[in-house]
């Protein structure tokens, strides 16, 4: 699809980085993501509380610090000095390793996600603003969330309690099944942007003109809803589920352990929110300017604009705003809809989601087929026709999932529907009268 | 669906997953954008209290520091918890006084029938939640005690309507 160099795009030849530049600008990067990530996950827990108490019409935390901002601080502080308990029938190792084994994929995965336009620094060079421009980015994240998995199994088999062991049965069916979803939905986004590393994502979106949510708008519903699962938050809470589960997989665990199941969870999400601004809303793309399409195609080469450190500062505003409307959505689904009963999340999973995510891969695959065929060129006019085809496949999948049964949950019979029900009626058991005086 | 749970016959506008999940976003995020809060924040700000809102005692007191209560012992018979503890006496002018004047405060049940009942407007329920103690002697209020609260006090009846009608 893209071919570098494009033709038509200016190269800028620009000072490469040094070995030595090189190095100490990842460790720059490392570190500041690293640090980063954490403070955002540590008021994305603030930002849940108060979320949560404005949809219920409550204040929420306003005692720490002015309207209490501080109240990270007094939670971290709080979880710190708690107690750790270790249940005397766990298995220490695993029981050990589990958070560990949450917190930090989750915590890794934000390394190939670009944030921001290269960062020229004068006499150094320019610096590509991604901890690490994996060219399997999103491979790397598959693998990575993937891997989350096993930190809530281990940890719901080792704390040798049942209703944690239920907690981690459920999220590994769970997480397992829509991470088929999840990958299938991403199929499309490689197809039309011809690969998988993250940054080649965003500059193909930029050269596009057109965000990907409109031309694979189908994909990115299903990316949203699988990564929803993924990331355990609701309405697919079913392995923490508070109310049937007394929190599921972490019910023993406490204190700072606790704490790093809770940072794995929302770095989850942090992340999530990340790829899907990456990959359906062009990434650190500022809308309809034209100044900031550049990519960093080698050391020291940059197609496209001109990078300028206040473009880098512009670029990354525009990523951070749609990852955090991407979490203030998350936040905004989990305090509205309850949770999936457990028979309607593997429906969904593997009879709605998978087929739909296969469908619209055949469908966008013949699509980009016919129109390379018909020599219509990569742009902006490829994308809308694209969009036309996604939005007649997304109206008859929208169409069909209103009229679905188990997830509605009440029936809406049609007369087919009535009359396989007619045909596989089985005679409901009599009730037996209730004994006389069981009451009194 | 499992084989034998009865499923209503429903319409679709009523029974769709997606529809019912939109239209509670909406509902959600108007309430986001626009909170209707009614939390008071208790300490700082406290809540108003209706005139005849009643809580802990108060002996009213004559101004040369005795209290008001002749001793009739209408309250403690009156009293549908028992709380109250009247030992009375009587002085060398034939009036009478309490000895011992106790209300036990976690007995209570705050009905106000003792400041109702009593002829002289000497024992009160006032307007004062905020009575914790550390033990739980301290709940049994004695006269001195009683005398030196100095909170609001209950409104009898609702002085717009005297005869409760």
Known sequence: MIQFPATNVPLHQVQPLSNTAFLIASVIKVVVVFTGVMVVVAYLTLLERWISAWIQDRLGPNRVGPRGI?????????NLVKEEMYPAKAANIYYILAPMLTGIPALMTFAVIPFASPLPIPGVGVVNMVVADLPIGILYILALTSLGVYGIVMAGWASNNKYAFLGGLRASAQMVSYEVALGMSLIPVFMLAGNVTLTQVVWAQQTMHLWYALPLGLAFFLFVVSAFAETNRLPFDLPEAESELITGYHTEYSSMKFSLFFIGEYSNMLTASAVMATLFLGGWDIPIWQGDNMIMIAPGVVAGAEPAWWKTLLTFGAFATK?????????????????????????????????????????????????????IPYGLGFGLILTVVNAVVAAIFFMVIDRDRVISGASAHDRRRRRVDARLAMPVAVEEPEPAGIRD | MAIGVKVMKRPVGTTSYLRATLKGMALTFRHLVRPQKVTLQYPEVKPELAPRWRGTHRMAVHADGRPKCVACGLCPTI?????????????????????????????????????EVCPVEAIHVGQDYENSEFTRERFIYDLDRLMAQDHPLAALWDPEDPASQ
């Open chain 1, 323 to 375: 990852t955090g409307f991407f979490i203030l959505l998350y936040m905004w689904v989990r305090w509205t809809v309850p949770r999936f009963r457990y028979d309607q999340v593997m429906h969904l999973g593997w009879k709605v989601m998978l087929p739909t995510a296969l469908v619209f891969i055949v469908v966008t695959g013949t699509t980009i087929l016919v129109l390379d065929a018909l020599g």
């Open chain 1, 70 to 78: 501080l109240q990270p601080l007094a939670d971290g502080l709080k």
């Open chain 2, 79 to 115: 009293c549908p918890s028992n709380c109250i503890r009247l030992v009375p006496g009587e002085d060398d002018q034939g009036n009478r006084y309490p000895i011992v004047y106790e209300i036990d405060e976690f007995r209570c049940i705050f009905c106000g029938m003792c400041q």
